[in-house]
């Protein structure tokens, strides 16, 4: 399939602000919104996988689908998960039972299942902001992987980007779980490609286990450590 990257203009009083992986977590994605304080003049970019591992991916996709009603400027890119979430869905009913229950997204079969399915069927793969490409993945340069990169990642989807353009724009991608300090190293040295998976489902893990936002504009990096677990054992749901 030939897909043409859609390109965004830069708002002319808002930000640009690109968040990485949700994977389910809504607690941390709520309390980092608010820490952004988004405005209606902002363009929100989440960069794919909102939902999977995460206990909470319904309460994701439905936060996002109630601020883009509200009239924010919100545009959710697809993930391999969203992708794989749809392919699953086509291998027949068992297949995709066994699939949201292995990925703890059953909470979707609680309402309409087709909507969902409509909606991550209109995920953009990528926007090219002028300066920017938001992705999932990067696009790679004279490389294909099945694991990394854009063309690997969704082998099917024949991307209208030269590999002259691509190295014109830096890359804001999730996917490739990353340290925050080697976040902030990649933005201090100003890398071409800025992974901005800060790994929010790996808790345990001391440099991981955050929710990362990233202006595209002034370059500021913001972190929401994951308080899902926390607000569980409030709750009274693990002991």
């Known amino acids: 399939m030939n897909y043409e990257i859609p390109k965004l203009d830069k708002p002319q009083n808002g930000r640009r602000i690109a968040i990485g992986d949700i994977h389910g977590c809504a607690d941390t994605f709520q309390l980092l919104l608010r820490k952004l304080a988004i405005q209606k003049e902002d363009q929100l970019f989440l960069l794919g996988d909102l939902i999977d591992k995460g206990g909470r991916s319904k309460e994701v996709i439905d936060a996002v689908l109630e601020l883009q009603k509200e009239g924010y400027q919100v545009f959710p890119i697809k993930g391999n998960h969203e992708q794989a979430f ?13 699939y949201l229950t292995t990925n703890n997204t059953a909470d979707f079969l609680d309402d309409d299942i087709e909507a969902y399915l409509t909606y991550f069927s209109s995920f953009e793969y990528c926007y090219d902001l002028g300066d920017w490409l938001a992705c999932h993945s990067e696009f790679l340069i004279n490389e294909r992987s ?60 001391e440099e991981l286990g955050y929710l990362a ?5 002034s370059e500021e990096l913001f972190l929401q450590k994951n308080v899902e677990r926390v607000l569980e054992i409030e709750e009274g749901e693990i002991t």
Not at 86 to 98: K, N, P, S, W
Not at 176 to 190: A, C, G
């Open 146 to 205: 099945i694991y990394r990169g854009m063309r690997g990642m969704f082998s099917r989807i024949d991307f209208q980007i030269s590999e002259a353009l691509i190295l014109e724009k830096r890359q804001i991608t999730g996917h490739f779980v990353t340290r925050t300090s080697q976040i902030e190293t990649s933005i201090k040295n100003k890398n071409n490609v800025i992974y901005l998976d800060s790994g929010c489902v790996y808790a345990e893990n």
């Open 86 to 98: 749809l392919d699953a869905y086509h291998e027949g009913f068992d297949f995709f039972m066994e």
């Open 213 to 217: 936002a990233f202006d595209l504009d």
